[in-house]
């Protein structure tokens, strides 16, 4: 992906994207923008992709839009953010009127999540999954066990599919205690940011009342046959040997990292992008944009600070050239 003549790794969207069957039966669509939205049939083939009821399935504007109306609708007592991650599950919080207690995970334990680490009290829980930025996949059983009575469970799992086989997901899981809310998008994968479409799957109550907090027919016919078309088996195969290239791809940019001296990873990276740390990485950040890489800055991700930085993963083509970049922008 390139940006204002950039090789863009600072863009989590795998490139190459939307295929190009996606893009023609998207664009089939636009015989049909007469109608009004009618999501009953992509609502179904989330629901069957999940083995979970349509009941427990609420379209959106992009998982940005579950954010906000989670927000708006529940009433938490003590809401609780698992950082660092995606500051727009706290920022819609906090537009909301609702203080916000902050976890934070450190690097010396890999940004793992710490048994007792979130406070029994907490009514809202809110974590990624795998969690953006740090790239760090926790164990199912692991965010199963934050399930309570009378707690809201909110599992951001925005980037799930760039981990072969989900394998730990809690998409499909209807048996925790309390409110259990997953949330997806089709952004990483599909490359469709500007189309604007994600879902949340919940238990039917909570559906229905977030649903009633929506604004009438607040997702696209485009977007709505996108949820359709990337929910169907042909398209979930091409998924998971996206996210199978994407481990390989990732496995090759780490060893070239390990091979570059300052640069730190900490934990295990599961997603499609890696967290560094190094000093001076404001400074370097600017120089490979020199070079003409763009890199995400780590500062604006509560828990962290200057000397972070993303980076996305790619072909090993583009790694091995980012790396070179790399070594040379260190030396200087």
């Known amino acids: 992906?390139?940006?204002?003549?950039?090789?863009?790794?600072?863009?989590?969207?795998?490139?190459?994207?939307?295929?190009?069957?996606?893009?023609?039966?998207?664009?089939?669509?636009?015989?049909?923008?007469?109608?009004?939205?009618?999501?009953?049939?992509?609502?179904?083939?989330?629901?069957?992709?999940?083995?979970?009821?349509?009941e427990e399935v609420l379209l959106t504007a992009g998982a940005a839009e579950a954010f906000v109306l989670l927000a708006r609708v529940l009433r938490p007592r003590r809401a609780v953010v698992v950082h660092p991650q995606f500051t727009e599950p706290e920022a819609a919080l906090r537009d909301a009127g609702h203080p916000v207690h902050r976890v934070l995970l450190t690097p010396e334990r890999g940004f793992t999540l710490p048994p007792g680490a979130v406070p029994e009290d907490a009514d809202l829980v809110v974590v990624g999954n795998p969690t953006n930025p740090t790239s760090v996949l926790h164990p199912a059983a692991a965010l199963a066990e934050l399930a309570r009575p009378g707690r809201t469970l909110v599992v951001d799992?925005?980037?799930?599919?760039?981990?072969?086989?989900?394998?730990?997901?809690?998409?499909?899981?209807?048996?925790?205690?309390?409110?259990v809310v997953v949330l997806r998008s089709l952004t990483k994968t599909w490359g469709l940011a500007g189309l604007r479409i994600g879902?949340?799957?919940?238990?039917?109550?909570?559906?229905?009342?977030?649903a009633?907090?929506?604004?009438?027919?607040?997702?696209?016919?485009?977007?709505?046959?996108?949820?359709?078309?990337?929910?169907?088996?042909?398209?979930?195969?091409?998924a998971d040997r996206a996210a199978r290239t994407t481990a390989a791809d990732r496995a090759h940019?780490?060893?070239?990292?390990?091979?570059?001296?300052?640069?730190?990873?900490?934990?295990?990276?599961?997603a499609s992008f890696v967290l560094i740390q190094l000093p001076g990485a404001t400074a370097l950040r600017a120089r490979l944009r020199e070079a003409g890489y763009a890199v995400r800055r780590g500062d604006t991700f509560p828990g962290l600070g200057p000397d972070w930085l993303r980076i996305a993963v790619r072909d090993p083509a583009t790694t091995d050239a980012f790396l070179a970049a790399l070594r040379e922008a260190l030396a200087r």
């Open 212 to 238: 009633a907090a929506q604004p009438l027919w607040p997702v696209s016919t485009p977007a709505l046959a996108a949820a359709e078309l990337c929910s169907t088996p042909a398209a979930l195969a091409e």
């Open 157 to 179: 799992e925005a980037f799930m599919d760039t981990d072969p086989g989900e394998t730990q997901s809690l998409a499909a899981v209807r048996d925790l205690p309390g409110d």
């Open 1 to 54: 992906m390139r940006a204002a003549g950039l090789v863009d790794l600072a863009v989590n969207v795998r490139t190459g994207t939307p295929p190009a069957w996606l893009r023609a039966r998207l664009a089939a669509t636009l015989a049909d923008l007469a109608a009004y939205p009618d999501g009953t049939a992509a609502r179904a083939a989330v629901a069957a992709r999940h083995g979970r009821p349509a």
């Open 253 to 270: 940019l780490l060893a070239g990292l390990a091979t570059v001296p300052g640069p730190r990873v900490h934990g295990a990276p599961a």
């Open 199 to 210: 879902y949340l799957l919940a238990p039917t109550p909570l559906v229905a009342r977030l």
